[in-house]
């Protein structure tokens, strides 16, 4: 019966970090796309990907750190990298180097 139930529990706690993952994917997309649109530069597609996941303890309780890298053209030839952290589904911060609007 323990075994049934550790299991059972080992089956939720993988299929909520996929569809938590999957959120905070979506979600660091339209914030890149949106800082882009902004600055009057391109999101370079597939771009937006996970660099590092850590834990983060704050009042909200125990949260996903999440730092995505993502890369963006200003003229259509040059490539930047920026950066953002998520904190859930909480923008923390937003990096995009060479801009500064």
Known sequence: MHET?????????IGWLFLDSLRS???AIAICKKA???RNVQLLD???SVHRVGIRWGTEGI????????DYS????NRHTGHLILV???QEELS???ISH
């Open 25 to 27: 994917q979506e979600t």
């Open 63 to 70: 949260r996903l750190r999440r730092v995505y890298r993502f």
């Open 96 to 98: 995009m180097g060479l």
């Open 74 to 77: 200003d003229d259509g030839e």
């Open 46 to 48: 597939q771009t937006v």
């Open 36 to 38: 882009c649109e902004e």
């Open 88 to 90: 859930g589904t909480r």
């Open 5 to 13: 139930l550790a299991t059972a529990a080992l089956l939720v706690t």
